[in-house]
């Protein structure tokens, strides 16, 4: 049997006229990324402006806890009495009627349901289920972008489950109804971040 000695080049000769057709290579980055998408326009800043207000949802449901969660004064409507036993007086060692709220009481969780004597673990429910949603929505959504429903497909269907789930989070009528609208809209959020990133 004869072995076949012919060699064929792994790289084919290039055209010395393709190469001069081309120009010369991009001075910069900058060059580079402008050649390959055409530079930039009114209406591609425009698209990427649109594009980033995904990023306001993003930022007031990451930071909302700090407001809503957050330990409202308070402030003895009776005389407590005197020396320590007022220094060492809480909420939660006085009659109710005998201390109020400096705020109206929806100013936080806390307060608008009287949560002020709760375990810690409850009162940190709602932000512990957000972050939680964040985590789960990260796992099993953030694929879905480049594998199945497309990138803008999922930023808008992210923005909508953010809006209308923060809309319903504004009307809960309890903690644990909040709290489930919170896991929601971390998992909604999770792609709203991913997508905003990669778009």
């Excluded at 076949?4 to 393709?18: F, G, N, V, Y």
């Excluded at 425009?46 to 993003?58: G, H, I, K, P, T």
């Excluded at 929806?106 to 004597?117: A, G, M, N, P, Y």
């Excluded at 319903?168 to 959020?189: E, H, Q």
Aim: charged share 15%.
């Amino acid at each position: 049997m004869a072995e076949d000695h012919s060699t064929t080049p792994l790289l084919q000769p290039t055209d010395a006229s393709t190469d001069e057709k081309a120009g010369p290579p991009p001075a910069s980055l900058d060059d580079a990324i402008e050649s390959f998408t055409g530079g930039t326009s009114k209406a591609l800043l425009w698209l990427a402006f649109l594009a980033s207000l995904a990023w306001v949802f993003d930022a007031q449901q990451t930071f909302i806890n700090v407001f809503t969660d957050a330990q409202p004064t308070w402030h003895s409507t009776a005389g407590v009495g005197a020396g320590a036993a007022a220094a060492t007086a809480t909420q939660c060692t006085l009659p109710r009627d005998s201390w109020a709220w400096d705020h109206p009481k929806c100013v936080s969780i806390i307060s608008e349901w009287d949560l002020q004597c709760s375990p810690a673990a409850l009162v940190s429910l709602p932000g512990s289920a957000f972050f939680v949603g964040c985590l789960a929505g990260g796992l099993l959504l953030a694929t879905l972008a480049d594998s199945r429903f497309g990138r803008k497909n999922m930023l808008f269907f992210s923005s909508l489950s953010m809006s209308l789930s923060a809309a319903l989070t504004a009307v809960s009528p309890n903690l644990f109804v909040y709290s489930s609208m919170r896991f929601v809209l971390g998992f909604s959020r999770a792609t709203v971040g991913t997508n905003a990133r990669s778009s």
